[in-house]
């Protein structure tokens, strides 16, 4: 079974600029989660979908947002970049709990190493 | 979710078994035990969970003490490619927001 996708892997964009970044979670899995992470703070939630609706979300600014496809397939967005946004940016799948697990297991993509100039 | 205590780093020698360990003594009664690692600059590879019972999987084996409070991450024959962060996280079966701590940077060398 192929695992989480994303892309692109690599990207540099400059103050101000907006930048999407694409998730494919792994097939039949129904919840997809985003992360950021920064050599300073570590792994940090962003947000996770389930059924195209927003379930929970960490505390970032409004310029990070995303949205889940009827697929599952996974977008975020960030508007009006900064500096301090360079970092790794990680997906993670899961089929969330009872649905047949009992545990939330999530399975990460390689990540989108965005880098702001 | 329960705080976990790590060693910094360790070393291992190729072919040898790696054990880490991880500290929750505060873990509660529905949180589950979960290992990832992270080797440089991809993302966190999930190993492992387990509950109560001690646990095995193509990857390695997981050993909870019987009070729960503590667990370890057996790599049966580590590998130079077994070399990267370990991530010791505990929380319950229906977290979604995942947090790492500083993990166990394991090192393997010949």
């Known amino acids: 079974k192929a695992g989480v996708t994303q892309t692109p892997r690599y990207l540099i964009k400059t103050r101000g600029q907006q930048v999407t970044l694409s998730c494919s979670p792994i097939?039949?899995?129904?919840?997809v989660s985003w992360y950021q992470q920064t050599p300073g703070q570590g792994l940090q939630f962003l947000f996770e979908?389930?059924?195209?609706?927003?379930?929970n979300k960490g505390n970032f600014p409004g310029r990070f947002s995303g949205r889940q496809f009827s697929n599952s397939r996974s977008e975020m967005n960030v508007s009006t970049l900064e500096l301090g946004d360079s970092a790794l940016y990680l997906c993670?799948?899961?089929?969330?709990?009872?649905?047949?697990?009992?545990?939330?297991?999530?399975?990460f993509g390689p990540g989108t190493r965005l880098t702001v100039l | 979710d329960a705080k976990t205590t790590q060693p910094t780093s360790m070393d291992c020698a190729e072919g040898r078994a790696a054990n880490l360990p991880c500290n929750h003594s505060t873990i509660s009664g529905n949180e589950y035990v979960y290992w990832y690692r992270q080797i440089h600059s991809q993302g966190p590879q999930y190993i492992i969970h387990g509950l109560k019972n001690n646990e095995t999987n193509e990857m390695a084996s997981l050993i909870i003490t019987e009070d729960r409070k503590s667990s370890t991450l057996i790599l049966p024959h580590a590998t130079l490619r077994d070399t990267a962060v370990y991530y010791c996280i505990v929380l319950t079966g229906t977290a979604s927001k995942l947090t790492f701590g500083t993990g166990t940077r394991l090192q393997v060398t010949l």
């Open positions: 979908y389930f059924s195209e609706t927003q379930r």
């Open positions: 097939s039949g899995h129904r919840s």
């Open positions: 993670a799948s899961s089929i969330p709990p009872g649905l047949p697990t009992p545990t939330d297991t999530q399975y």
